[in-house]
């Protein structure tokens, strides 16, 4: 089988996404790889796939248990023989499993990093053809990446062990430039394909709020959400155990996780997580690598992350089924003074001085990158990509900061005060004792100083703080200031103050005026979601499949999502599977999954249309059409780069085929055989109707509390007919036709010139 054909039996989907089939055919042409790809853009159909192709077994170096046994339930479900070797076994077991590999049972076998020191490991290894070591995670072999695990060193000792060298494969969702580098170069990579698809999730919305309240809310935050899964961080196990408490208190379904709990009560939340029992789960950053829940729709961070990387991928768990969730972190000041504190006792006993330096050094300037995001009013998702070194050519127009309203304010004349101040202080001091001197504080460390005795003491006595604060983060990101990496972090004068001596030269901040939408009532969201295509017959549907889903789940002990994604019902529900040759059509049903399961949602799907007969389950959604068009046209277009409303020109509309009678469905089809698919959305069944209630040829009427479309006098008169049709299942139904007169009055209404 080729590629493409093994997506689709084993995984369920027709395309690969973007940056798949490139890391395929690298390693199929058995060269190194290394993919830098975010969450939820599919890293592990990139090893998975060519390891069904190569003739011996791929081990694939995970770090850690969680991960490896999520990964193997879901390659087992698909029908894909996988095992994992770490610690959670017994060594019987674990001999056992070898033994099975040994004799070609297993295809992919997951292994921590520890376990290539032992010896049975190595007979193993020494003894069995290994085509492909794939290393995830790959960022914790860096001394600068934020997670970096001295295991990871092993894999050198390993590879170098073998007779023959596989192909090495490595992935990971954050790296920086450095980063980057250092995985090429430690790992040893041959000519390697290194692959950077971009690091935006467009479905991702970020939003900083700072404030105090924070208890407040996110309690009001999970009332307004109550039906969503999410995930709250907090710094510290103190911090994890209060809210937990606050929110079990307030009647919230919610669970906790951090590593001051034992081995058991950590993996029985968890699960009670993943299996959706505890839809919310309060956790330190100990809680989520490797976590493949695929419905987690906000991601709060309760206190500021320690750095982008941490950050980035903590708050990629979010909407890894590609449906919209937000991403919120709620800042005070406080939590510098949390996170200095947590790297200060950081554990770095096991590495070389000079290297426990340089990671600390790196840890500070990770916390300043976080700290001036918090406060930035700049588009936010382009501060995180200009991080990670992708370039951006305008504001995205979909994250908190870029949905407010702001105000510029030429503070040229302060920032020149500043600088004065920073040069009396010749770089001794850091923020705090800079702005404490231009409002002329009243402090006894200022008069410890002497900054009281300065030119600039007291001479911004009439700003605030907070803008004060507000203006030198500004001037740090554009150079005018420096602030160093020391554990007390001073500000210096930088390379760029030459430019205040220009007349010319203005120093504006964006002040924010007011929000234009409310972020906890979701009217700032503009995306259509695969929701957006079910109308309340198919919201009922999708609410059976789910429970469905979650009672085969119960049945075979393991996590809903695995079975299928929500993604994947709300398929089922547009398209209405009664066969399976229909069936094999729905996004993420592959052939084993279908035999396992699609049986039992295909008698549900017919089970609830039969007992709706004419109900309207399913509206197919301008966006579902538009994916469909870019994987004709197979061109990229951004989703911010939106298509024009359907419409016609004259010539287009003169082209329209005519006959005695069509269903709506056929004008939709006719109608939209016409456009420019590059330049123009699709028309819709719904939108046609709307066209048509507003004409009055069809109007709705409310029979036992459902509504149900009917003819009105002018539509009758226009010659418009009712048919009865019987569905496979043997319900009887109705639908519309519509005569060539009606044609011509929807087509003149979609004609713009």
Avoid at 668 to 690: A, C, F, G, M, Y
Wanted: aromatic share 10%; hydrophobic share 35%; proline share 3%.
């Amino acid at each position: 089988m080729n590629p493409l054909e093994i997506l689709k039996k084993y995984f369920g989907y027709d395309l690969f996404r973007a940056g798949q089939r490139e890391m395929i055919d690298t390693i199929l042409e058995e060269r190194d790889a290394l993919a830098i790809m975010p969450t939820g853009a599919g890293k592990s159909i990139c090893y998975q796939v060519p390891a069904l192709m190569l003739p011996g077994i791929t081990l694939v170096i995970s770090p850690l248990i969680s991960l490896m046994q999520d990964q193997v339930k879901a390659l087992n479900e698909a029908g894909i023989h996988a095992a994992f070797i770490n610690s959670s076994l017994t060594d019987v077991q674990i001999s056992k499993a070898l033994q099975y590999a040994s004799q070609g049972l297993y295809k992919i076998i997951y292994v921590a990093p520890e376990r290539l020191e032992s010896n049975e490991f190595r007979w193993f290894a020494s003894n069995t053809e290994i085509s492909m070591i794939t290393i995830d995670e790959a960022h914790c072999i860096s001394q600068w990446g934020q997670d970096f695990r001295p295991s990871y060193l092993k894999i050198i000792d390993f590879v170098n062990f073998l007779s023959y060298r596989p192909i090495i494969s490595a992935f990971t969702a954050t790296a920086t430039k450095e980063v980057k580098e250092d995985i090429v170069c430690i790992l040893g990579l041959k000519s390697p394909n290194v692959l950077v698809t971009g690091f935006d999730r467009e479905n991702l919305y970020y939003q900083v709020e700072n404030i105090s309240r924070k208890d407040n809310f996110i309690l009001n935050y999970i009332k307004e959400h109550s039906n969503d899964s999410g995930i709250i961080y907090c710094a510290t196990r103190k911090n994890v155990e209060k809210m937990h408490e606050l929110l079990f208190k307030n009647g919230v379904c919610v669970t906790k996780y951090h590593a001051g709990l034992n081995s058991e009560a950590r993996k029985d939340n968890q699960d009670a997580f993943i299996y959706d029992r505890s839809p919310i789960i309060v956790a330190t950053n100990a809680f989520g690598m490797g976590i493949d829940k695929s419905n987690v729709r906000f991601v709060i961070h309760y206190n500021m992350p320690q750095s982008m990387e941490n950050y980035y991928q903590e708050a990629g768990r979010a909407g890894r089924d590609g449906e919209d969730a937000q991403c919120i972190l709620l800042f005070s000041a406080q939590d510098i003074m949390i996170n200095k504190f947590l790297l200060d006792n950081k554990e770095l006993s096991d590495i070389d001085f000079e290297d426990a330096e340089l990671i600390r050094q790196r840890d500070v300037q990770r916390l300043h990158v976080m700290e001036n995001y918090c406060h930035t009013t700049n588009c936010l998702r382009n501060f995180i990509l200009q991080y990670f070194g992708e370039k951006t050519n305008q504001p995205c127009g979909d994250c908190a900061n870029c949905k407010k309203e702001f105000t510029e304010i030429d503070m040229t004349k302060e920032a020149k005060w500043i600088i004065n101040c920073v040069t009396e202080t010749k770089g001794r001091y850091g923020l705090n004792v800079v702005v404490g001197t231009l409002l002329g504080a009243r402090r006894a460390k200022l008069k410890e100083f002497g900054t009281m005795e300065y030119k600039s003491y007291g001479v911004l006595k009439d700003s605030t703080e907070s803008m004060l604060k507000l203006l030198i983060t500004q001037m740090i990101q554009e150079g005018y200031l420096n602030q160093t990496d020391d554990k007390y972090s001073l500000l210096k004068i930088g390379n760029m103050v030459a430019r205040l001596h220009d007349e010319s030269t203005k120093v504006t901040v964006k002040v924010h005026i007011e929000e234009k939408d409310t972020i906890s009532s979701n009217t700032n969201k503009t995306r259509q979601k695969s929701t957006d295509a079910l109308t309340s017959a198919g919201f009922e549907l999708f609410e059976k499949l789910r429970q469905l889903r979650l009672e085969i789940a119960r049945e075979e002990k393991m996590p809903p999502y695995i079975i299928f994604s929500d993604k994947t019902l709300i398929d089922m529900c547009v398209r209405t599977p009664h066969t399976k040759m229909e069936m094999l059509q729905v996004s993420g049903v592959g052939e084993n999954k279908y035999e396992k399961y699609g049986q039992r949602f295909i008698s549900e799907i017919e089970q609830f249309t039969s007992e709706n007969p004419g109900r309207v389950i399913s509206l197919e959604s301008e966006a579902q059409e538009d994916v469909k068009d870019l994987a004709k046209e197979e061109k990229p277009v951004s989703k911010r780069n939106r298509k024009e409303e359907f419409h016609l020109t004259s010539e287009q509309a003169q082209n329209f085929t005519y006959a005695d009678k069509y269903y709506i469905t056929e004008i939709k089809e006719e109608l939209n055989n016409l456009r420019d698919p590059l330049t123009t959305k699709q028309v819709t069944n719904k939108s046609i109707l709307e066209f048509l209630f507003k004409e009055g040829l069809l109007k709705e009427k409310q029979i036992e509390g459902f509504g149900k479309t009917m003819l009105t006098k002018e539509g009758l008169e226009k010659g418009i007919k009712i048919v009865e049709k019987i569905s496979k299942s043997g319900t009887f139904y109705e639908v519309f036709i519509y005569p060539k007169n009606v044609q011509e009055i929807i087509v003149y209404y979609y004609t713009s010139d």
